[in-house]
């Protein structure tokens, strides 16, 4: 990610920034710009480009910036007229069609397939042969004469579709029309004979009502929601025992089993981060369509709290858990933005504080979400936790400059060399590796899980080779440093599939996988740049929305990550055969976060250094982009970072094993 200014904005004047990380912090002197940048971006996203602006890119293009909103957090009472309020549009559209577009609209919905999107011969094959032509015809003109009694019919369905289209456009209520449907279904009741009433008895999920937006889904109203629902839910499963309604109602305890209550979730990810608040429950009996509806949060001695009234730091903490309630309570179904800007969102916050705000930016934001995020910050203790990695400083003299800088260069910068503030970074060790793609690949690993688990020692990785190295100059190599007197050194070195072990080198993957490329040619990771890519036509042959967030894909279960591989191995052995027996004998591979996937045993054991000619010729797309060597495999070490905690078991555990030597 870069930023590039063409022009002046206040103190700020042209600059092309350096490769900003995923997670950035942005630092300086008072004065330098922090805070104008930040509003700059807030400008040029709501489409206020100042005059003195020539352009402004964040490269590459980012069409959803959210700048703050943390602390907005309001929990008004809200009562019936909130919900009328909501289901509004949607009967309203639906009321707009006439009872035989309604027949229509119902065939749409149910096969998911809009005339207006596709040509007729195509609408005919989505509905799967569902109606004989002529009979769709009979429908398709008794909705034109109902729409306009004059129109002039045709003889074919294919002319009568291109009329149709005239007057039937759902470009803008399909959500409407499926919530509609999912009425239908839930009551047992045809589509089109569907009432008002219908609409406001059955229970409608917050993902149909409205798209939740991570920064704009209002709390009170998930609150509010899930207790309507519930009673909505209760009422309906009374007149399905009591009068034989057809309905899909389901007992009250079971209903709260399978969703539980938003105040549950939310109270527990307050607990996990020692945020000392809790949300009172509202039982079904509590609630009322006649009255408004209290949201009470108490701190941790009962006491009844109003969010407003929290410190500011409390407000910025509050904010963020309940992104991650939102988050988590959502699930796939919540809309993100793709970067977040905040400035100075730590400014109120006490060091131990800092430390949550950074874990769960980074963490569940950047991490597990996929979503970008930069902070200014002045504050010694945000920079002092950040990864070392993501710190940039901005100057604005003599000419506006945004760089990456060295922690021990941040912190000078911020405490003006105050030596109570200085941090020890002299638990080092240098690990010796076979070449540069060794070094991007355990740097990478190693920077993730150092953050994670707070590792007492920082490694450094360094390559014996600016090209292909082998196992035994490393091996020499650490020798020589170890007897000069060194006891910092260590070497990693591939298996190779005979390679051993000795005091300060250690072998990767021994009696696992071949090399390194037996890692980063994982083939979860090669789908997940095809993700990214979106080549090989692999959403459709996984049966995975184009939306999803392939960077969380280590949330899946096991079985679907299997999929995952099985559709890799399967297009692998389009171009490269295998026999049975070799098809067959699997071993099973291990990840951080304790998922697991069953591989094939030659694929694990196969001489990885030839790996990249093949999977090119596997998935071409790779051949054509990525054509300088260790282009790919620098990429696929990217993505395993973005991964994390999708990752492989055997390179964390000798990562540990050398910190613990």
Known sequence: ????????????????????????????????????????????????????????????????????????????????QNWIEQLKNIISEYNSLRPFAKKFTDICVTYNTWPNLQTSEKFLKSIENSMEVSELNKLIKNVILERNPKSHLHDTYEQNYLTLIQYLNYSSNINSLKIAKKISNFLGKDFDKLTESDFHNVPISDE??????????????????????????????FEKK?????????????YIEKFRPPWEVLNSILARHDFDFKFDSIEREQFSQDVRIQFILRNNQGIEVNPASLSSGERVIF?????????????????????????EPDAHLHPELSGLLIDVLRKT?????????????????????????SIFEIKNYPKTELKKIDKDRALDILTGHLPTLSIDYKNHKQIFVESPTDVEYYQTIFNKIYNEERLPYKLY????????????????????????????????????????????????GENSRYSIENFLFDPLYVSVLLMEMEAHNIFEELDIERTYNQYSIGNESNEFLQSVADWFFNSYYKFFNHNEKDKSDFIKIEYYNKKNINIPKWFAHFKGHDFELRIKKVFPCLEGKFTSDGDLKRKLSTIIGKCFPLTPKDSIDLIKNIIRH
């Open 208 to 237: 149909d009502l409205s798209k939740p937006q991570l920064f704009d889904s209002a709390l009170n109203k998930i609150l509010y929601n899930y207790c309507k629902r519930r009673d909505q839910n209760a009422r309906l499963f």
């Open 242 to 254: 009591e009068y034989n309604k057809i309905n899909n109602s389901i007992p009250d305890h079971e």
């Open 461 to 508: 990785f360094i390559s014996n080779s600016a090209g292909k190295g082998n196992s035994n100059e490393v091996i020499k190599i650490v020798q020589k440093i170890r007897e000069s007197g060194n006891k910092t050194s260590f070497g990693i070195i591939d298996w190779d599939l005979n390679n051993k072990r000795n005091e300060y080198v250690y072998v990767h």
């Open 1 to 80: 990610m870069k930023i590039i200014l063409k022009g002046s904005y206040m103190s700020l004047s042209s600059f092309e920034s350096e490769e900003l990380n995923d997670f950035t912090i942005i630092t300086g002197k008072n004065g330098t710009g922090k805070t104008q940048l930040i509003q700059l971006i807030n400008q040029i996203n709501t489409g206020r480009k100042p005059p003195s602006v020539e352009s402004f890119q964040i490269i590459p293009n980012v069409n959803k910036i959210q700048v703050e909103g943390l602390t907005n957090n309001v929990l008004k009472e809200l009562n019936h």
């Open 365 to 389: 934001f950047v991490i597990d979400l996929g979503i970008k995020v930069i902070v200014s910050t002045h504050s010694p203790s945000t920079v002092a936790l950040s990864p070392d990695d």
């Open 319 to 343: 904010g963020l858990l309940v992104k991650l309630f939102q988050n988590e309570y959502y699930n796939s179904n919540l809309s993100f933005p793709n970067l977040i800007v905040f400035d």
